[in-house]
């Protein structure tokens, strides 16, 4: 094979596709499909992707690879052929697909630099630059006043040349070790040869003596109190070598798991774990979905099915939300499994994350337990795939390659032949009503462990509060139970929907808002740093002290942080010891771990967190469960906002009452009468199914319709109006009559980053030559789609968020 079938590191509509390369002979027994080279593209130098191999190109002339920059691939054949697939299905450049696989560090950094070619002076104004430099980047160049044109001269006259640096950013860590050439009779003869001053060579031989084996140079030099410097001699004599050795970082390497043995199943649990079991015996392909409740074990179910999978000499990928990927759930796996788990979050430093892919790549490990991006887990016999609290929106990825996690599980199961298990005490509509329909299998487990029950809830009206002349942020039926658990010694949970409480700032006198200048929102207030910030874009000012509109000094911040809750909490309980987790108390790394192990000792008695705390909590103490504003979610415009809220507060009730003490839920709410506050506080999934259901139905909503949502943006908007107005246009003429085409719509969020957004939403039940139509528009409008043309189109399959 002479030619390889090549995607560049181009993510545009015109490079989507594969371009034939030359494989020098050096190459050529490296060159193979997965493996990531640099090659020559126009001017430049890029890293592409070998698809393929082939013996000939139809093309007369094919340049040639560069370099080569794995020997083993970067991707498997499978995930290759997932790569194309992904692309297919998300209409995304095949090149994003194939980089959302791997770690960070895989990509390229690309740096343009200017060469001298010369030794002698260069012309005066590019010696000023240069300032007798033989390389400077290409930035230096652009910052100085020659220009372009002049530079091309000097290129053509041969003074200096343009040169592209293509680096993979990944790094090994290595430490350098120390080991004697010698055996310990020889060394005691040099010990004699050394000379009487020569104290610390003499401490460094004599180290050897002892020990005879190799040792980190950093320990020997601390050991023998002694300097590189004193090294140098022995190393010169052959009497010691040095040399570099690679170390894996392992974030879990200062932890000691205790190892703990599968539990006797109940009969619940049997029941559900059986058909599992019995499709990875028969090693075929099948979507289970686990409904169970918080706490009836549905994760001992998961571990004992990836057990099986073990024995078999398969490997297993298990999906946590990040958010739940806490160090509790961490601790149950590497309890079970030891070091046959690789961990992947975000929580981890690059060089963490890419060497924990690496124990996946060489065979290391056979579990992974991850976020998101896990799914992709270069494992090569893959025996089964959990998705745990399936109907998390964080298995989407919102940008680029809008992918969703449940989708890529499902094909990689069958391309594996195995089952996927999709774990949820509150499925997702689009799952139940599968597994429903018998598409999915449904496995029920409908009891807690240790015959806990679910936790009773109470429903706080909040207007019934203000009426009677509390103005408070907590009700007096919470604060008498909290201080009720504080008296009896047990804890309690506070759960703040952070969404609904973003801080922003008012003034009192004239209802003026603070807003980005970029983006249509407002700023968000930042105690710390007395500053106010968009979340949308970097924008950021300082807290103002008189309103920008009327001049009045009573401009404020409004809403309510979790720090706010805090304060007022102390107030009005001050012997309580309160622990808060938000990212502002979990930023620096093992604080998160920090907190909730002192939770755990119960060195507080509250602790009051955002969605951080909703998800995989597990303390025995724990019998009171608050949420502070129930209805913070109902109200964003959102289809799946009823699911949502129904879904968080039995996540968040789900945290009392796991063990021997009997839990109690208080939630705080102005619409104590909407059915999905109700039916969460009766822990009623099936009413609350068929009453989304009817809903979804009647406004032609998932699952029984799809959508597709096209975002428009630009910083003209008139222009994106246009372009709206002009795909809307055509949607509705090409696609069949059963099919809804809405907009154009300014984007609820209007405008950010000084881009205006409009969208186009597509509503419909079967319209196969969609992705057809709308591969036309995109190469319709291929030009203006250019960077520097500024106009973008996302096309969103699976929408999750509708702003
Ligand atoms: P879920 O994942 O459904 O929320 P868990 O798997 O966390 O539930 O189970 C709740 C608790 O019950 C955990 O502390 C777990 O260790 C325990 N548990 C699970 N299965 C069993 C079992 N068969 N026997 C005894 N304890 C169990
Ligand atoms: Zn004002
Ligand atoms: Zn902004």
Redesign the pocket.
């Known amino acids: 094979m002479s030619i390889a079938k090549v995607i560049v590191d181009v993510p545009s509509q015109n490079t989507n596709r594969l371009f034939d390369y030359g494989i020098p002979e050096k190459f050529e027994s490296v060159v193979q499909p997965g493996v990531r080279i640099i090659v020559p593209f126009g001017p430049r130098k890029v890293l592409g992707y070998v698809i393929s191999l082939a013996e000939y190109s139809e093309f007369a002339k094919v340049r040639q690879i560069e370099d080569v920059l794995d020997i083993a691939p970067a991707l498997t054949p499978e995930l290759l052929k997932i790569g194309k697939w992904l692309s297919q299905q998300t209409l995304s450049f095949y090149i994003s697909c194939l980089q959302v696989m791997l770690p960070q560090v895989m990509k390229a950094s690309y740096r343009k630099e200017l060469w001298r070619l010369t030794e002698e002076e260069l012309p005066e104004e590019l010696e000023n630059i240069f300032a007798g430099r033989g390389v400077i980047e290409y930035k230096e160049f652009e910052e100085s006043n020659v220009s372009y044109h002049q530079l091309r001269q000097y290129v053509e006259d041969g003074w200096v040349d343009i040169h592209y640096e293509v680096k993979s950013r990944e790094t090994t860590k290595t430490t350098t070790v120390v080991e004697p050439l010698m055996e310990p009779m020889q060394l005691e003869e040099t010990l004699v040869d050394l000379s009487k001053q020569a104290k610390k060579q003499r401490e460094i031989v004599q180290y050897f003596i002892d020990h005879q084996e190799p040792v980190p140079k950093k320990q020997l030099l601390s050991a023998t109190s002694s300097s590189s410097s004193s090294l140098k001699p022995l190393l010169n004599q052959g009497v010691i070598k040095e040399y570099k050795q690679e170390v894996m970082r392992d974030p879990f390497s200062h932890r000691e798991f205790e190892r703990t043995q599968p ?4 009969d619940e ?1 049997r029941e559900a774990i059986t058909p599992i079991l019995h499709t990875l015996e028969s090693e075929t392909h099948d979507v289970f979905l686990l409904h ?12 004992q099915s990836i057990q099986k999978v073990l024995d078999q000499g398969k490997e297993a990928i298990m999906l946590v939300p990040e958010i739940a990927l806490t160090p509790q759930m961490v601790e ?1 796996f590497k309890g079970r499994f030891g070091s046959k788990v690789a961990v992947l979050h975000s929580g981890l430093s690059a060089g963490e994350k890419y060497d924990e892919w690496r124990k996946i790549q060489r065979n290391e490990v056979q579990v992974v337990v991850g976020a998101r991006s896990a799914i992709f887990a270069p494992f090569t016999n893959i025996g089964i795939i959990i998705i ?1 609290e399936e109907h998390e929106s964080s298995y989407k990825q919102e940008d680029r390659t809008r992918y969703h996690a449940r989708d890529v599980a499902v094909e990689r199961g069958k391309i594996h032949a195995s089952p996927v298990v999709l ?1 949820s ?1 509150t499925p997702a509509l689009e799952t139940y009503a599968r597994a429903a329909k018998g598409n999915y299998k449904m496995l029920t ?1 409908t009891k ?3 015959n806990a029950t679910m936790p009773d809830t109470e429903l706080v009206d909040m207007r019934d509060e203000l009426h009677q002349g509390n103005r408070s942020m907590f009700s007096r039926a919470l604060l008498d139970k909290l201080r009720e658990r504080i008296e009896r010694g047990e804890q309690s949970v506070l759960f703040l929907n952070r969404r609904g409480y973003a801080t922003f700032v008012m003034c009192r006198d004239c209802g003026h808002v603070k807003e980005c200048p970029h983006c249509d929102i407002a700023l968000t207030y930042h105690r710390r740093q007395e500053r106010l910030k968009c979340h949308y874009c970097s924008y950021e000012e300082p807290m103002p002290h008189q309103c920008p509109e009327c001049e009045s000094k009573t401009i404020r911040y409004f809403g309510t942080g979790t720090q706010k809750v805090e304060e007022v909490l102390q107030e009005l309980i001050p012997e309580a010891r309160v622990l808060r987790m938000d990212v502002d108390t979990t930023r620096r790394k093992g604080a998160h771990e920090r907190i909730l192990n002192d939770f755990g000792d119960k060195k507080a008695d509250i602790l009051l967190g955002t969605q951080m705390i909703a998800k ?1 909590l ?1 303390f025995a103490n724990v019998t009171l469960v608050g949420i502070l504003a129930a209805d913070a979610l109902l109200n964003l415009p959102d289809f799946r906002a009823a699911e949502k809220t129904f879904q968080l507060l039995t996540q968040v009730s ?1 945290r009392a009452g ?2 021997k003490l009997a839990g109690e839920v208080v939630v705080q709410t102005y619409s104590p009468d909407h059915y999905s506050i109700q039916l969460a506080s009766q822990y009623d999934y099936e009413q609350f199914f068929n009453e989304e259901m009817k809903l979804r139905k009647a406004f032609r909503y998932p699952p029984y319709y799809y959508l597709t949502l096209f975002t428009i943006s630009h910083p003209n908007q008139l222009k994106v109006q246009e372009v709206t107005q002009k795909i809307v246009v055509y949607m509705r003429n090409k696609l069949s009559e059963e099919a809804d085409v809405l907009g154009p719509t300014p984007s609820a969020l209007t405008r950010i980053n000084n881009r205006y957004r409009y969208q186009c939403m597509v509503k419909y039940k079967d319209e196969p030559e969609q992705r057809k139509l709308i591969q036309r528009i995109l190469h319709y409008y291929e030009d203006e789609l250019k960077e520097e043309n500024g106009l973008q189109i996302s096309v969103d399959f699976q929408p999750y968020q509708l702003m």
């Not at 539990?263 to 109940?266: D, E, Q, R, V």
């Not at 169970?292 to 571990?303: C, H, P």
């Open positions: 539990f006797p199943l109940t649990q169970g409740v918080t706490g009836s074990g549905k994760t001992e179910i998961y571990l149950r745990d774990g005490a487990l807690r462990m240790n995989g597990d789900g796991r063990h």
